[in-house]
Every structure is written in structure tokens, then in C-alpha cells.
């Protein structure tokens, strides 16, 4: 069955930096796009970033763009989320998701597997 289990998360300071990695079985990982999104205690989940299935384009929201940086790797079957400048506004728990096809999804409905997640949070 198809499993996203992320990794990576921790406690960093300001300006910090950490890597999240999510690692992909069930499926294959090379035909479908993937994307990072996040929750913040209280608020919604939000859509950070996507990578299409052959990672030949990548997309940020606003509030992370410049400062994060979506990779995958085929052959791992793995997906990766570097972030960098990290700011307490980050602090959420990060998730891991597939999307339906080979493209970006616009809407996070159109994901149809997600991980469990993996806690980020941004303190000094």
C-alpha cells in the first residue's frame, strides 16, 4: 500500500536551517507529482511547495519562496524540503503528499496520499 513517511523535523533557531525528507513506497514514485504543506497550531493546512514528477519544475507559496527548496530524488523514491532562514512563522507540522498525476495540484483536494508529518518548530 502506498506509505509517505517524512522525517527530519526538529527544533531550530531563527535563521536556522533543517532538511525534511519524505520517504515513498506502494507506488511509483517517479509517475506522480509531490508536494510539501504544513499546519500551524490553530490555522488550516497550507500548501508550500510541489515538484513535478520529474522534478523539471518546482512551486513555492509566498511565504516561503527564496528561502526553501523542493528536490526529489527518483531512484531514492525519496522527496526532500530544504529550508533555510527559517522564521518562528514556520513552526507547523510539515506533510508529505501525492498528487493524482504528474503535475503540480493546485487545490490540496487534489492529493490523494499524505504522510503523517513531521514537527517543525522555530524558537530561540
Known amino acids: 500500500q502506498v506509505q509517505l513517511v517524512e522525517s527530519g523535523g526538529g527544533l531550530a533557531q531563527p535563521g536556522g536551517s533543517l532538511r525534511l525528507s519524505c520517504a515513498a513506497s506502494g507506488f511509483t514514485f517517479s509517475s506522480y507529482a509531490m508536494s510539501w504543506a504544513r499546519q500551524a497550531p490553530g490555522k488550516g493546512l497550507e500548501w508550500v511547495s510541489g515538484?513535478?514528477?520529474?522534478?523539471?519544475?518546482?512551486y513555492y507559496a509566498d511565504s516561503v519562496k527564496g528561502r526553501f527548496t523542493i528536490s526529489r530524488d527518483n531512484a531514492k523514491n525519496t522527496l526532500y524540503l530544504q529550508m533555510n532562514s527559517l522564521k518562528p512563522e514556520d513552526t507547523a507540522l510539515y506533510y508529505c503528499?501525492?498528487?493524482?498525476?504528474?503535475?503540480?495540484?493546485?487545490?490540496?483536494?487534489?492529493?490523494?496520499?499524505w504522510g503523517q508529518g513531521t514537527q517543525v518548530t522555530v524558537s530561540s
Open positions: 503528499a501525492k498528487a493524482h498525476g504528474t503535475v503540480v495540484a493546485g487545490s490540496l483536494d487534489d492529493y490523494d496520499y
Open positions: 515538484i513535478y514528477s520529474d522534478g523539471s519544475d518546482t
